[in-house]
C-alpha cells in the first residue's frame, strides 16, 4: 500500500500538469465536465477534439485567463486556483482569438511584454527571441502589416519569453499554408528538449506526426489519453478520434 | 513581480505609446481649440459678471473653470473610452494578462490617461488665464492653481466612470458613456438625488475662490476623490470576476 503510493507520488512529480475534475459552466452551458489530464514533463503533448469540445477553455483556466467553476488544474505541482501568480510565471501560451497590437512593430511589442516578464536587457532578449522563431527580417514590421504565418510566429515567440516551463499552443497552424505549417511544427519539435508542449489542433495528421501523447476531448472531458502510439496502434489519429468521438455521442 | 513594478512597465508604456501616436498631441491641441472656443463663447458674458464686483475679480481664474467643468467629462468619453475595453474586444489583453496583474494592467493603463488629462488641463489652463490677463490685466496665480488641481480630481474621476461603462458597455461604449453623463445632469434636477451626481461637485472649487471657504471645496475633492475610487473599484471587481 505504501510503496503503491510513493509510486503515485513520483509520477505526479514528473508530471508537468494535471487536472482534477476541472469543470466550467456558462450559464447552463456546461464546457467543462470533469476534465482531467495528465501532461509528462519535456513532451509535446496533442490536445484534440470536435469544436465546442472544451480545448480553448482548458487552455484559458491553465493560462488563469478563464476562471474555473470547480476542480483545479496543478502546473509542476501548483496550484493554478490557488497560486495563480507563480503558476503565470511558469507558462506561456499562444491564445485563440487574440490580435497583437496592430499599430506596433513586432520588436517593440516583445520588449513590453519582457519587460512585464522581468526580463533583464529586454532589448536584446527581444531580438534573439524573434530572430529564433525566423522572424528576423521582419521584426521591425508592424503586425498589422504582417501575413498570418509571420504572425503567427510572432505568437509562439511571445509565448517563450522568460522559458516558460510549459508552452500552450491553441491551434498555431490554422489557416496556414502547408510550408509555414511545416515550418512551425519544425519549431515546436525543436522546443521539446527544454519545455513541456501543449499542442492544439484539427489537423490530425500533424498532431500524430509530432505529438508524444494524446489526449482526446469531447463533451468536456477527457475521453482517451496516452502515449501517441498507445493511442493509435498503427492506424491513423483520425480513425481513432472519429471512433473515439463517435462512440461517446452515442453514449449519451 | 511586484505590482508596483508592474504598474510601473505598464504607465511607462502607454505613456510612450501616446506619444509615439501622437494621441497625446492631438488630445492637448483639440482639447486647447475647445478651451479656446468656450472662452470666446464665455466672454460674451463677461457683462452680466460685471453685475458682480466679486465675481469679476475672479474672471480670469473662473471662465476656464466654467469651460473646463463642461468639456472634461466630454473629453474623457472621447479619449478615454477605449483604453481598456478595446484590449478586452481585440484580445490583446490575453496576452498581457497572463503575465501580469489584472489590477496592474487597469491601474497602469488609468494612471497614464489620468496623467495625460491633468498635464493637458495644466497647459490649458495655463493658456487661459494668460489669454484673460492679457484681455483684463488680472491674474491669481494662488487660485488658478486651486482651480487646477480641483479640476485634475474632477478628471480622474471621470476617467474611472467612463472606463467602468467602458467595460460594461463594451461596443457601443460612447454612447453609453454620453447616456450616464447626461443621466448625472439631469439627476441635478432633485433635491436629494442630486447628491449622488459627480457633477454636483463639480463647482465646489469656486467656495474657495469667491469666498474663500477651504471646508467646502475640500469636501467636494473628497467626494470626488471617493466617487473616483469607487468606480475604480467596480472597474477591478469587473476585470477580475470576467473570463479574457
Not at chain 1, 476562471?67 to 503558476?87: L, N
Amino acid at each position: 500500500m505504501m510503496k503503491k503510493k510513493k509510486e503515485e507520488r513520483m509520477n505526479k512529480a514528473r508530471l508537468a500538469l494535471r487536472t482534477e475534475n476541472l469543470v466550467k459552466n456558462y450559464g447552463k452551458i456546461v464546457a467543462l465536465d470533469g476534465l482531467n489530464m495528465n501532461v509528462p514533463e519535456k513532451s509535446i503533448y496533442g490536445l484534440v477534439g470536435p469544436n465546442g469540445a472544451g480545448k480553448t477553455t482548458t487552455m484559458g483556466i491553465l493560462s488563469t485567463l478563464i476562471h474555473p467553476t470547480g476542480g483545479d488544474a496543478f502546473i509542476c505541482g501548483t496550484s493554478v486556483r490557488k497560486y495563480p501568480e507563480k503558476t503565470k510565471r511558469m507558462i506561456g501560451i499562444l491564445p485563440q482569438n487574440a490580435n497583437p497590437y496592430a499599430n506596433r512593430t513586432a520588436v517593440d511589442i516583445m520588449i513590453f511584454y519582457s519587460k512585464l516578464a522581468g526580463i533583464e536587457n529586454p532589448e536584446k532578449y527581444s531580438h534573439a527571441l524573434l530572430d529564433k522563431v525566423g522572424l528576423k527580417q521582419n521584426k521591425y514590421k508592424k503586425t498589422s502589416e504582417m501575413s498570418h504565418g509571420m504572425v503567427k510566429l510572432f505568437e509562439i515567440a511571445q509565448a517563450l519569453i522568460g522559458n516558460p516551463k510549459i508552452v500552450m499552443l491553441d491551434e498555431p497552424t490554422s489557416g496556414l499554408d502547408p510550408s509555414v505549417s511545416y515550418n512551425i511544427r519544425k519549431l515546436v519539435k525543436s522546443l521539446k528538449k527544454d519545455t513541456t508542449i501543449i499542442f492544439s489542433s484539427h489537423n490530425l495528421y500533424e498532431v500524430q506526426d509530432i505529438c508524444d501523447y494524446i489526449g482526446i476531448i469531447a463533451h468536456g472531458k477527457i475521453i482517451a489519453e496516452g502515449k501517441t502510439k498507445a493511442i493509435t496502434r498503427n492506424k491513423s489519429l483520425e480513425k481513432v478520434f472519429m471512433d473515439k468521438v463517435k462512440g461517446e455521442s452515442s453514449d449519451r | 513581480m511586484s505590482v508596483l513594478r508592474e504598474v510601473k512597465v505598464i504607465f511607462a508604456d502607454e505613456i510612450v505609446q501616446s506619444l509615439k501616436t501622437k494621441k497625446a498631441l492631438l488630445t492637448v491641441i483639440s482639447y486647447l481649440i475647445l478651451m479656446f472656443i468656450g472662452l470666446k463663447i464665455g466672454s460674451y458674458f463677461e457683462i452680466f459678471v460685471w453685475l458682480y464686483a466679486e465675481m469679476r475679480k475672479s474672471f480670469s481664474v473662473l471662465l476656464p473653470y466654467y469651460v473646463s467643468v463642461i468639456i472634461i467629462p466630454l473629453f474623457c468619453i472621447i479619449t478615454g473610452y477605449n483604453v481598456v475595453s478595446s484590449e478586452i474586444s481585440t484580445g490583446s489583453i490575453r496576452f498581457i494578462a497572463y503575465r501580469a496583474r489584472r489590477f496592474s494592467i487597469l491601474l497602469g493603463k488609468l494612471l497614464s490617461t489620468a496623467v495625460i488629462a491633468v498635464v493637458m488641463i495644466l497647459l490649458a489652463y495655463a493658456i487661459a488665464t494668460y489669454y484673460l490677463y492679457q484681455k483684463t490685466g488680472l491674474f491669481y496665480y494662488t487660485q488658478s492653481l486651486i482651480a487646477w488641481a480641483y479640476l485634475s480630481i474632477y478628471a480622474v474621476c471621470f476617467i474611472c466612470l467612463i472606463n467602468l461603462v467602458s467595460m460594461l458597455a463594451k461596443k457601443v461604449a460612447i454612447v453609453w458613456n454620453l447616456f450616464v453623463c447626461i443621466f448625472f445632469v439631469f439627476l441635478l434636477n432633485y433635491d436629494y438625488i442630486k447628491y449622488l451626481s459627480p457633477f454636483y461637485y463639480s463647482n465646489n472649487a469656486l467656495a474657495y475662490i469667491i469666498d474663500g471657504d477651504l471646508s467646502k471645496m475640500l469636501l467636494g475633492m473628497l467626494i470626488l476623490a471617493l466617487f473616483g475610487l469607487i468606480f475604480f473599484s467596480a472597474s477591478w471587481l469587473l476585470i477580475e470576476k470576467s473570463d479574457l
